[in-house]
Nanobody, 116 residues
Framework: QVQLVESGGGLVQPGGSLKLSCAAS????????AGWYRQAPGNQRELVAV???????NYADSVKGRFTISRDNAKNTIYLQMNSLKPEDTAVYYC??????????WGQGTQVTVSS
Protein backbone atom coordinates (compact mmCIF):
# COMPACT_ATOMS: atom_id res chain seq x y z
CA GLN A 1 0.00 0.00 0.00
CA VAL A 2 1.10 3.52 -0.78
CA GLN A 3 0.00 6.45 1.34
CA LEU A 4 0.23 9.87 -0.29
CA VAL A 5 0.01 13.23 1.45
CA GLU A 6 -0.17 16.48 -0.50
CA SER A 7 0.77 19.89 0.86
CA GLY A 8 1.50 23.39 -0.35
CA GLY A 9 -1.90 24.55 -1.54
CA GLY A 10 -3.38 27.91 -0.65
CA LEU A 11 -4.69 31.23 -1.90
CA VAL A 12 -2.59 33.11 -4.44
CA GLN A 13 -3.18 36.10 -6.69
CA PRO A 14 -3.28 35.71 -10.47
CA GLY A 15 0.25 35.60 -11.84
CA GLY A 16 1.59 34.16 -8.62
CA SER A 17 3.31 30.86 -7.87
CA LEU A 18 2.84 27.86 -5.63
CA LYS A 19 4.77 24.64 -5.15
CA LEU A 20 2.87 21.52 -4.23
CA SER A 21 4.50 18.51 -2.60
CA CYS A 22 3.34 14.92 -2.38
CA ALA A 23 5.11 12.69 0.12
CA ALA A 24 4.77 8.93 -0.15
CA SER A 25 5.05 6.29 2.53
CA UNK A 26 4.52 2.56 2.62
CA UNK A 27 6.39 1.93 -0.61
CA UNK A 28 9.25 3.19 -2.72
CA UNK A 29 7.66 5.92 -4.81
CA UNK A 30 10.37 5.74 -7.46
CA UNK A 31 9.03 2.47 -8.89
CA UNK A 32 5.79 4.20 -9.84
CA UNK A 33 4.96 6.68 -12.49
CA ALA A 34 3.35 9.61 -10.70
CA GLY A 35 0.90 12.29 -11.62
CA TRP A 36 -0.83 15.44 -10.49
CA TYR A 37 -4.54 15.75 -11.20
CA ARG A 38 -7.03 18.47 -10.40
CA GLN A 39 -10.76 18.78 -9.98
CA ALA A 40 -12.70 22.01 -10.01
CA PRO A 41 -16.29 22.20 -8.73
CA GLY A 42 -18.68 20.69 -11.26
CA ASN A 43 -15.84 19.32 -13.39
CA GLN A 44 -14.32 15.91 -13.82
CA ARG A 45 -10.88 15.17 -12.42
CA GLU A 46 -8.28 15.91 -15.08
CA LEU A 47 -4.64 15.03 -15.53
CA VAL A 48 -2.32 18.01 -15.11
CA ALA A 49 1.14 16.47 -15.33
CA VAL A 50 2.81 13.08 -15.18
CA UNK A 51 6.38 11.96 -14.52
CA UNK A 52 7.77 8.55 -15.35
CA UNK A 53 10.24 6.42 -13.47
CA UNK A 54 12.89 7.72 -15.89
CA UNK A 55 11.92 11.33 -15.17
CA UNK A 56 10.20 11.76 -18.53
CA UNK A 57 7.34 14.24 -18.20
CA ASN A 58 4.11 15.15 -19.93
CA TYR A 59 1.70 18.02 -19.37
CA ALA A 60 -1.83 19.06 -20.15
CA ASP A 61 -1.88 21.73 -22.85
CA SER A 62 -3.48 24.17 -20.42
CA VAL A 63 -0.42 24.16 -18.13
CA LYS A 64 2.49 23.67 -20.54
CA GLY A 65 5.18 26.25 -19.98
CA ARG A 66 3.75 27.25 -16.59
CA PHE A 67 3.86 24.08 -14.46
CA THR A 68 6.80 21.76 -13.80
CA ILE A 69 6.55 18.29 -12.28
CA SER A 70 9.59 16.78 -10.61
CA ARG A 71 10.53 14.03 -8.19
CA ASP A 72 13.09 13.54 -5.45
CA ASN A 73 13.50 9.82 -4.98
CA ALA A 74 15.70 10.27 -1.91
CA LYS A 75 12.75 12.02 -0.22
CA ASN A 76 10.09 9.75 -1.76
CA THR A 77 8.35 12.92 -2.91
CA ILE A 78 7.03 14.49 -6.08
CA TYR A 79 6.46 18.19 -6.66
CA LEU A 80 4.43 20.49 -8.86
CA GLN A 81 5.85 23.96 -9.36
CA MET A 82 3.07 26.22 -10.60
CA ASN A 83 3.91 29.62 -12.05
CA SER A 84 1.85 32.31 -13.75
CA LEU A 85 -1.26 31.00 -12.06
CA LYS A 86 -4.66 31.85 -13.50
CA PRO A 87 -8.12 31.84 -11.90
CA GLU A 88 -8.99 28.81 -14.03
CA ASP A 89 -6.25 26.86 -12.22
CA THR A 90 -8.42 26.95 -9.09
CA ALA A 91 -9.15 23.36 -8.06
CA VAL A 92 -8.36 20.62 -5.59
CA TYR A 93 -5.05 19.10 -6.65
CA TYR A 94 -4.40 15.41 -6.10
CA CYS A 95 -1.27 13.36 -6.56
CA UNK A 96 -1.38 9.77 -7.65
CA UNK A 97 0.91 6.77 -7.91
CA UNK A 98 0.32 5.23 -11.31
CA UNK A 99 0.71 1.50 -11.79
CA UNK A 100 0.41 -0.18 -15.18
CA UNK A 101 -1.02 2.95 -16.71
CA UNK A 102 -3.77 3.57 -14.16
CA UNK A 103 -3.83 5.77 -11.07
CA UNK A 104 -3.75 3.25 -8.26
CA UNK A 105 -3.26 5.35 -5.14
CA TRP A 106 -4.49 8.85 -4.34
CA GLY A 107 -3.73 11.51 -1.79
CA GLN A 108 -6.43 13.46 0.01
CA GLY A 109 -5.99 16.56 -2.13
CA THR A 110 -4.92 20.13 -1.49
CA GLN A 111 -6.93 23.22 -2.40
CA VAL A 112 -5.44 25.80 -4.76
CA THR A 113 -7.36 29.05 -5.15
CA VAL A 114 -6.25 31.73 -7.58
CA SER A 115 -8.06 34.96 -6.93
CA SER A 116 -7.45 38.66 -6.43
Amino acid sequence: QVQLVESGGGLVQPGGSLKLSCAASGAVFSIYNAGWYRQAPGNQRELVAVIGTGDNTNYADSVKGRFTISRDNAKNTIYLQMNSLKPEDTAVYYCSAIWRGSPSYWGQGTQVTVSS
